[in-house]
């Protein structure tokens, strides 16, 4: 089976731009989930998607928003880049979130923004 | 917050085991723990995850403590490939909670 793929896999934007970053999961796997890395904030959850809604969400403002499809490949959108949105974002698939369900990464898109 | 403690870095000669701790006293029944692990920001890759009793796969084994509130990652036979940042997750037990990951532990496999 081919892993999660993630595109772009790199991306700079300038300060007040938005910008879209894709995820395609797993075949078969219905759950997504984003994460944001920064090296002063480590690996954070944004939200997570499963069947179309998003069913749970990290602590970031509203200007990061995302959807999922109904062949369950993801969207996650920033707008008004700021600085700090530099990072590496890290989409995961797994079947359907449960606990017994092991999450598998993506390569991550890296955003830079000037 | 991180429900896991870790060590912030180790080292391991290459050719020999490595064995990374992880405490998590205040675990609770269904939890279960995962590692993974991540090389230099690529994705974190998926290691091991168990409940209660020892576990191993091709890449590890995990061995947790019978009170559950700590286990070790035990790489048998470390390579220069296995320098990376190792995370120990708690997993909550509800629908929809994802990991919260903490700093992790960087292992530097040395020649």
């Known amino acids: 089976k081919a892993g999660v793929t993630q595109t772009p896999r790199y991306l700079i934007k300038t300060r007040g731009q938005q910008v879209t970053l894709s995820c395609s999961p797993i075949?078969?796997?219905?759950?997504v989930s984003w994460y944001q890395q920064t090296p002063g904030q480590g690996l954070q959850f944004l939200f997570e998607?499963?069947?179309?809604?998003?069913?749970n969400k990290g602590n970031f403002p509203g200007r990061f928003s995302g959807r999922q499809f109904s062949n369950s490949r993801s969207e996650m959108n920033v707008s008004t880049l700021e600085l700090g949105d530099s990072a590496l974002y890290l989409c995961?698939?797994?079947?359907?979130?449960?606990?017994?369900?092991?999450?598998?990464f993506g390569p991550g898109t890296r955003l830079l923004v000037l | 917050d991180a429900k896991t403690t870790q060590p912030p870095s180790m080292d391991c000669a290459e050719g020999r085991a490595a064995n990374l701790p992880c405490n998590h006293s205040?675990?609770?029944?269904?939890?279960?723990v995962y590692w993974y692990r991540q090389i230099h920001s690529q994705g974190p890759q998926y290691i091991i995850h168990?409940?209660?009793n020892n576990e191993t796969n091709e890449m590890a084994s995990l061995i947790i403590t019978e009170d559950r509130k700590s286990s070790t990652l035990i790489l048998p036979h470390a390579t220069l490939r296995d320098t990376a940042v190792y995370y120990c997750?708690?997993?909550?037990?509800?629908?929809?909670?994802?990991?919260?990951f903490g700093p992790g532990t960087r292992l530097s496999v040395l020649p």
């Open positions: 995961a698939s797994s079947l359907g979130g449960g606990t017994q369900e092991t999450q598998y």
């Open positions: 075949s078969g796997h219905r759950s």
């Open positions: 998607y499963f069947s179309e809604t998003q069913r």
């Open positions: 205040t675990i609770s029944g269904n939890e279960y």
């Open positions: 168990g409940l209660k």
């Open positions: 997750i708690v997993r909550p037990d509800n629908y929809g909670q994802n990991f919260v």
